[in-house]
C-alpha cells in the first residue's frame, strides 16, 4: 500500500470519527479480519444494533464501503439511511467485530459457507432480542423471489 493510500484512509477514519461514527480499535488498516460485523447506535444507555454483514476484509467493507459511501454523500441502501437518521437523533454509531471467522481452505464453497452462516446466526440473533436489523437485511441463501411468493401465498389471504 502507498503512503497516499494510507493518507487516504487516515483521512476516511478521522472523517467518520468527526461525524460519530467509530469502529472498534481491533478493526485497523492492516488487520485483516474476515467475519462477521454489526453496527450499533448507541446514546447513554441505550443500544441498538441495526445492521449486520459479513466480509472477508471488515476494514476494507467500512472504508471503501459503507462507512466510505456515507461520507461521501451516499444514502442509497437501508443502512446509509439509518446511519444518518441515528446521528441525526444524536446517537453514536459504533462498528463491531461480532465473530472473526477464518478459512479453513479445504474449498472455496465451504469457507464462504461459513461466512454466510456465521452472518445468518448473528442476524437471528438480533432478531430473536426483539431488532428487526435493516429492511434489505436479507441473508443471501434466501431465493426472495420464490419464497417470498409462497409466503406471502400462504400468510397474507
Not at 492492516?30 to 443500544?47: L, T
Not at 442509497?76 to 454509531?93: A, C, H, M, P, S
Request: proline share 1%.
Amino acid at each position: 500500500m502507498t503512503i497516499r493510500e494510507k493518507d487516504e484512509f487516515s483521512k476516511r477514519i478521522n472523517a467518520a470519527q468527526l461525524l460519530n461514527i467509530f469502529v472498534q480499535d481491533e478493526i485497523t488498516l492492516n488487520s485483516h479480519i474476515r467475519g462477521v460485523y454489526g453496527f450499533f447506535a448507541k446514546k447513554y444507555d441505550e443500544e441498538i444494533p441495526f445492521y449486520v454483514g459479513k466480509s472477508n476484509n471488515i476494514f476494507n467493507r467500512m472504508f471503501t464501503g459503507h462507512i466510505y459511501h456515507y461520507l461521501r454523500g451516499v444514502r442509497n441502501t437501508d443502512v446509509q439511511k439509518r446511519i444518518e437518521d441515528f446521528l441525526k437523533k444524536g446517537y453514536v454509531i459504533e462498528v463491531r467485530i461480532l465473530k472473526k471467522v477464518r478459512y479453513k481452505g479445504d474449498s472455496f464453497i465451504q469457507d464462504a459457507n461459513r461466512l454466510a452462516l456465521a452472518e445468518l446466526k448473528e442476524i437471528v440473533k438480533q432478531q430473536n432480542k426483539g431488532f428487526c436489523i435493516t429492511e434489505d437485511q436479507i441473508s443471501e441463501a434466501v431465493k426472495q423471489k420464490t419464497e417470498k411468493k409462497e409466503w406471502n401465498d400462504k400468510f397474507t389471504k
